[in-house]
């Protein structure tokens, strides 16, 4: 254990990944809570539900019909957020005039996917074998694959992985003619983190321009390199092996930790241990150990609790188009962001303080890795049947 | 109306007070909403409520009473997120060394008050007279003027402040003996937002650090500062009241907008229209102006989906100790952050897209300006009854 006071203080925290600082104050969750509760997840889902526009053989709002799809069913989103045809915008930017200064604007174009993880309306990842979720990482990479520009420093991998990864017999997607800048693969767990539909699944959203958070970790990866030589990311999964005290769980490939700078109050952080720029650099092996871990979280998540854990998660990786620079400095992670704070109702709400000032955070990212430890074993649900 | 199409298409806004962007998506309202709903917020209230710890009278948790208080009431919170006194902390800095780059920490001290609005349970700002939200204005006032720094740039008009504003009959609060760096008063209104008592109230934390948001704040305004001779906020007053789509309301001291760069759906940024440094340059005049403004805000919030609107908002303004300069570039502001999205129960989650990617919005700034520039009149609870 490194700095035993900081359990006990209140102090801030640097995120090197954003370069952004975060208030940990570990002795407020003692402070009773009489606020807003979840409502508990009712877990009375049917395995095939005929109004859901997921699941196998149904009609989708625009009148498409899903095929009987064995595992997973990628479709181009009815309700898009970016589209690939739109009219044109070209701002007229002149530096002396203070609107081109303060009311800046860009296109913005794209395509945005819907995936699902399996036919089964009534399940989640949680309840998927590590074999079962390879498929879900195959799509994934398999997308992203697709979408590589011709020039990409990582086009060689990506054709490997292709060539290597079976087809998907229930249909693949053609990417754009345009080719796009990133891709944003996403989940929404829950509810209580507007997902819409319980139907496991998760978006990837690809636009034309490199989105925020993606950017700001480029940016603060890449000056570290600069001055360092090495990669953040390498750094940091040495750190935490040796320190141990964030570790949740790792296998050969793949090193789960709740992050010095988390936020949320169970966020974990999932970390290639060796330099895996983006997914078609996974190996067979490497796949199988990513589901290993991303199963390893969901399960843990469902176990702490005792409920079906609301998260918010994402990969980051390689942009779709990139220069051999930016394609170096990338290091596959895989975020967790889960709301849930003292049980299956109460929820840390990051709302005035942490959108006006800083956020802020109760228990410490050592007591919940601690916590997180402690809950492997078999699912809950399991062996309440 | 300048960029027509923007109400068209997909576009990233750029926010030049903080310095990042945001994807607005303004055909996305269209898609069906299938997921969680808000609990509509039942108006059952007493005005005296014998369990709540903020009404007067009352005993809180750490066993003190609150006094029979007329206005408002100020108190130290009974679970701080941060500490006047606490362990010493004092990092190991070796810069070659891995652990100091990447997990850095700093210990953090302050004190946390709550603030009442009101002795009466059931209100909320919207319901008050902006006659009697000066009071709360005033306290904010004195709060902030007591907990400068005795070299501040703004002592004197601190001073004046403080000699003008009548004193709190029902207690004022000392400041803490070492001088804090920042105050964020902010209110989480409505259990939608982490709000854990509907009586009408705010916090105010003060820390012995500048938190992220003003910083980044602070650091733009100052850029924008050195490059054009002009203050950021003055520019874009100015453009705002020329352009007209974005301005909700105004009145002489004060400018109500949704603002170019917001994120939530109904956004709004109350800015002061000269140079207003800190709630001490406030004349008595101008204290009135800031209260109707939020009256104004408040209530057109209620008016539009008809039910007690959830927000939080936070007023930035000067540091409590700082120099001339960062005192100069200082502009007062206030942000509100709600939200509902489509009705009363509707909301807009930022979730996984927003926090992997960057923040997306659905209608323009300019389409909910348009809305609440609509919903002025009477406070439809009065109409009801
Ligand atoms: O202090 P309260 O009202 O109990 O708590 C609320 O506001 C705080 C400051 O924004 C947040 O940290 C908490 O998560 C939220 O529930
Ligand atoms: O696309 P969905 O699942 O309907 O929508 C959900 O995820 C999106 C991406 O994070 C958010 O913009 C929406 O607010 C949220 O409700």
């Not at 958070?213 to 001055?227: H, L, V, W």
């Not at 360092?228 to 940091?236: E, K, N, P």
């Not at 067979?284 to 843990?300: K, N, S």
């Amino acid at each position: 254990m490194p700095e035993q006071v900081l359990d006990d203080i209140s102090h801030r925290r640097y995120n090197p990944l954003t370069g952004s600082w975060l208030l940990v104050s570990p002795h407020r969750t003692k402070r009773p809570w009489q606020g807003q509760q979840e409502a508990p997840s009712k877990n009375v889902l049917p395995e095939y539900d005929p109004k859901c526009y997921l699941c196998p053989g149904n009609k989708r709002a625009q009148g498409d019909s899903n095929p009987q799809y064995a595992k997973t069913f990628t479709f181009v989103n009815d309700y898009s957020a970016v589209k690939e045809q739109q009219q044109e915008y070209t701002p007229e930017v002149n530096k002396d005039d203070v609107a081109s200064l303060l009311l800046q604007a860009q296109p913005v174009t794209g395509r945005c996917y819907v995936l699902t993880f399996s036919p089964k309306h009534d399940i989640t990842l949680a309840d998927m074998a590590a074999a079962e979720i390879v498929p879900v990482i195959q799509t994934w990479t398999r997308i992203y694959a697709s979408h590589l520009s011709a020039t990409h420093p990582l086009r060689n991998q990506a054709d490997k992985a292709l060539a290597s990864i079976p087809t998907n017999p229930d249909g693949e997607v053609d990417p754009p003619k345009a080719q796009l800048r990133y891709m944003q693969i996403f989940e929404n767990k829950g509810a209580a983190m507007g997902c819409s539909n319980p139907h496991p699944h998760c978006q990837v959203w690809t636009t034309s321009a490199l989105p925020e958070e993606p950017g700001k970790e480029f940016a603060q990866m890449a000056q570290y390199r600069g001055e360092h030589g090495r990669h953040l990311l390498a750094d940091y999964a040495g750190l935490e092996m040796e320190k141990q005290d964030r570790v949740v769980w790792q296998n050969e490939g793949f090193l789960v930790v709740c992050p010095w700078w988390a936020v949320w109050p169970f966020e974990v952080l999932i970390l290639a241990k060796r330099h895996v720029r983006a997914l078609v650099d996974l190996t067979d092996g490497e796949r199988l150990q990513l589901a290993e871990a991303v199963q390893e979280v969901t399960r843990r998540y469902d176990n702490l609790f005792e409920t079906s854990f609301p998260y918010s998660s994402g990969i980051h990786q390689a942009p779709l188009d990139c220069t051999e620079e930016e394609a170096e400095t990338s290091w596959l992670h895989m975020h967790f962001y889960p709301p849930l704070l003292r049980s299956a109702t109460v929820r840390k709400f990051l709302v005035g303080y942490e959108l006006m000032a800083e956020p802020q955070r109760d228990i410490t990212p050592e007591q919940a890795a601690a916590r997180l430890r402690n809950c492997g074993g078999e699912l809950y649900r399991k062996l309440l049947n």
